[in-house]
Structures are given as structure tokens and as C-alpha cells.
């Protein structure tokens, strides 16, 4: 596999489009398997994840075909219902398909997920919810054999996180369900209205996806529709974090600035300048980073917690210590050790991490060891002084689209050996 090698100091500057947003394509994907005709999703991303989706959705007897950004599915003859494990290992979003499947065929054999390494990944409020809905499930040998044998039953499901995947998989298997299902304290994830807007554009009856309280009428057939994905609202706070740290000036288009309020305040408390014109933002660090004294990760419309990795190491190089609560998920700073190969301090104690600023960072060998950890390496290793060889970059492929391309074409010094 190649590495990335990045010469720092370059500043950023220039315009970057948006890509479409992971985290919505892949439910979306996932729900295409619902409709009785062709689907067509537009500024879909080319990332690894959605390769792994269209794999997936090709076992399930979907035909896909892929032009430029825009995917076409036709899930007319799907019929299968089982996902093999290495695709299942692949990717933990792909338990989102759980739901479509069952959806669609009122069973599904699926392998526990796999994914990143962001601590333990359960999917307790998936399966329990399910069950609610009439699902029985059985797990054999590391697989989970479910069947709704008198269909899927409208309920209500109060669920105890507002778990984006589990609101996924939820609504996925009401769409098409016998009666009412109401979902109580909800995820409000954007990708969660985006995905509530592809399945009613294809005649579901999806009200109030976004908020806490969701209410889905089954409805008997979806027909075929056309969709565009949402800008991915944590590319942009990664290419912002890229900006910051080089002391540059970028216009990121296609954004949505009204999903990344919480990231635009944590990059004007670090001083930088960012201005939103519709849906173009600017922003520019001309001046020296500033601490920012704490950032709490929160559930939507709070800080993302994906977005933890790229403002951290934004703040390796900001005057003064930053503290950082991770209250999603109990693993998250497993890259904290790679960053203090560039030099960064950072001290992290359970779900805490506390970054002291230093003048500058230093090239080093690294490795990712998740997704956002690794895209937290490029950030550093773009103001480092000297070279930075990253290794282990299929974690970034999974998510980002052509990000070497993309920083090349706003003054990165960065390629793939
Ligand atoms: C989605 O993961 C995203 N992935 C994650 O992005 C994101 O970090 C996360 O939501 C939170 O916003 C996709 O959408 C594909 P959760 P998901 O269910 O659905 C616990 C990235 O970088 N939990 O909201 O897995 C769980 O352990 C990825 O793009 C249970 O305990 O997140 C975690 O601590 C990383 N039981 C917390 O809830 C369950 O049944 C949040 O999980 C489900 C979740």
C-alpha cells in the first residue's frame, strides 16, 4: 500500500469543492435497496467506503454503475439477504444495511461490523430496537440471523443515545412497515434529514427527521428517485484545520453552514477569520493560533466528535493549552501518540486530552490508526518542519475523496510514494 509524504510549510491558499458527505451516503445507499426502480445519487463521493457499499449492494442482486459523481442503483431484482463478513468487516456502517434489508425481505444474516478502532462499537440499540419492531434475532457463530416472521410492526422506541445508526437502521425498517413507528430522542445528525428527504423523494412518509422525535408511516412501495448528497460537513473542518495550521487562506464551495455552526465558533475562538457567503465559507489564519480553553464533543447540533482529530491537531501550534472532552466515544485518541511524533504535548487520560501549544512541529514517520486520526496526521504533517511519511493510509481513503489531489491544488507539497 502506498504512504503519503508530505514537505510542511507550505501555506494553503485557494478554492476547494466539497465532496458529498459520508456519513449520509452510505444510509442512503443502504435505503436505495427499499425502492421498487432505479435510484440515482448525485455528488456522491469516491471514497473506499462507498466502493464497500456498492460491493455490498451488488451481493444483494442491486445493479450500480457509477459515472463521474453521480451513482445510479437498481435494486429492482435485489433478493438476497445475507452480507458476507469480510464486506460486513470492511466498514462498521455497513450494520446501517441491517435495517434496509429487513426492510426490503423481512430477514437479514449479517456478521458483527467492523470499523474503526474508536473503542467498543455495540449495536445493543440497533438489535433492541428492532426487536421492538417485530424482529426476532439470533446470533451464531459470530452471525445475526434476523426475521420479522409476521413483518414489521409500527411501534414506538425511546431510544436511550440518540445513536445516528441505530436512528438509521431504524427508519429503514419502518419505511415499509405495517402501521406508525415513532422514534423518541432521535439523532439530529444532518445526514439523518438527508437520508429522511432521499426516502420521502422516493414517497415515504418520513416526518420530523433532524429532531428528536421522528414519525415514519409504513408505506407499501417506494418507486425510484434522484437525490444529491450534502457537502461533508467533517472534510470541511478537516480543510479548514489544513488552513489554519499553514497560516493560509481558503474558500471551501458546496458547503452547508448552517450543519457546522459549533465547528465555524471553535475556528473563530482560535482566531482564525471565516466568513459564510451562502454556501461558500472563507477562512484565513494569518495571525499565531489561540488556545481554545475547552471543546466538548457533543451530539448534533454540538461539536462533532469526528471532528475532535482535526481541531487537535489545529492546536498542537496555538499559543497556550487546550483541553479537549471526548463524550461519544471511549477510544477516541488513539492517534494522540502518532501527533507526539511531530512533536506535538499532548496529554490524554480517558476521555480527556489536554494539548499544549508548541512553537512548531517536526517531520517524522507516522501511522493512522482511524479514519479522523488519520486525516489529524495530514494537518500536522502539513506545518511540520521537514518531511512526514504517513503509512497505513486505507483508513484515510475510506473517507476522504482525493485528498492528496485536492491539497495539492491549494499549494500542498504532498504525494503518494
Ligand atoms: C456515526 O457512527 C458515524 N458513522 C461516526 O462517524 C460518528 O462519529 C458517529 O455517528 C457519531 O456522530 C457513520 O455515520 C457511518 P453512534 P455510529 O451510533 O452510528 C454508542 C466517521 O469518522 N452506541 O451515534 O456508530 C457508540 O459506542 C465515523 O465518519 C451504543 O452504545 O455512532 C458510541 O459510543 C466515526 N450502542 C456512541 O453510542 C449502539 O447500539 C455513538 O454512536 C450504538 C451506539
Do not use: W
Not at 226 to 252: F, K, N, Q, W
Not at 299 to 307: E, K, L, M
Not at 321 to 340: C, G
Request: net charge neutral; with cysteine.
Amino acid at each position: 500500500m502506498a504512504k503519503i509524504l508530505i514537505k510542511g510549510g507550505k501555506k494553503l491558499e485557494g478554492e476547494i469543492t466539497l465532496q458529498g458527505a459520508k456519513n449520509s451516503v452510505l444510509p442512503v445507499l443502504a435505503g436505495t435497496l427499499l425502492c421498487d426502480e432505479k435510484c440515482v445519487i448525485h455528488n456522491c463521493p469516491d471514497i473506499a467506503d462507498v466502493e464497500t457499499s456498492v460491493k455490498i449492494l451488488e451481493t444483494l442482486g442491486c445493479v450500480c454503475k457509477r459515472e463521474k459523481k453521480t451513482l445510479t442503483v437498481d435494486p429492482s431484482k435485489a433478493s438476497e439477504i445475507e452480507i458476507p463478513d469480510n464486506l460486513m468487516r470492511e466498514m462498521r456502517s455497513s450494520v446501517v444495511f441491517l435495517g434496509a434489508i429487513i426492510g426490503k425481505n423481512g430477514k437479514a444474516v449479517i456478521s458483527s461490523p467492523g470499523g474503526c478502532e474508536l473503542g467498543p462499537r455495540p449495536i445493543d440499540l440497533h438489535l433492541s430496537s428492532l426487536k421492538k419492531m417485530g424482529v426476532t434475532i439470533t446470533e451464531e457463530h459470530g452471525f445475526l440471523y434476523c426475521e420479522a416472521k409476521k413483518g414489521i410492526k409500527g411501534t414506538e422506541i425511546t431510544l436511550g443515545f440518540p445513536s445516528v445508526g441505530a436512528t438509521e437502521n431504524i427508519i429503514l425498517a419502518a419505511v415499509k412497515a405495517e402501521g406508525l413507528t415513532i422514534i423518541h430522542n432521535a439523532a439530529k445528525e444532518p445526514e439523518i434529514s438527508d437520508l429522511a428527504d432521499f426516502l420521502n423523494s422516493a414517497g415515504a412518509r418520513i416526518y420530523g427527521g433532524g429532531s428528536d422525535t421522528v414519525y415514519i408511516h409504513g408505506v407499501e412501495h417506494l418507486r425510484g428517485t434522484e437525490h444529491s448528497i450534502i457537502p461533508d460537513r467533517i472534510v470541511a473542518a478537516t480543510y479548514m484545520s489544513c488552513c489554519a495550521v499553514t497560516g493560509g487562506e481558503l474558500i471551501l464551495k458546496g458547503a452547508m453552514p448552517s450543519h457546522i455552526t459549533s465547528i465555524l465558533s471553535v475556528f473563530r475562538d482560535s482566531g482564525c477569520d471565516v466568513r459564510v457567503t451562502g454556501k461558500s465559507l472563507k477562512i484565513s489564519a494569518r495571525n499565531k493560533l489561540l488556545r481554545v480553553p475547552t471543546i466538548r464533543s457533543l451530539v448534533y447540533p454540538g461539536f462533532p466528535t469526528d471532528a475532535g482529530p482535526l481541531v487537535i491537531a489545529m492546536l498542537c501550534k496555538a499559543r497556550g493549552t487546550s483541553v479537549f472532552v471526548e463524550n461519544i466515544f471511549e477510544n477516541r485518541f488513539r492517534y494522540a501518540d502518532e501527533l507526539k511524533r511531530l512533536g506535538a504535548k499532548i496529554e490524554t487520560q480517558g476521555k480527556i486530552a489536554v494539548i499544549e501549544g508548541v512553537e512548531s512541529l517536526s517531520g517524522a514517520t507516522c501511522k493512522c490508526t482511524d479514519l479522523r486520526g488519520g486525516a489529524a496526521l495530514v494537518t500536522a504533517g502539513l506545518c511540520a518542519k521537514g518531511e512526514t511519511l504517513i503509512d497505513e493510509i486505507h483508513h484515510i481513503e475510506r473517507g476522504y475523496d482525493n485528498i492528496v489531489s485536492t491539497l495539492r491544488s491549494v499549494g500542498a507539497d504532498i504525494q503518494y510514494v
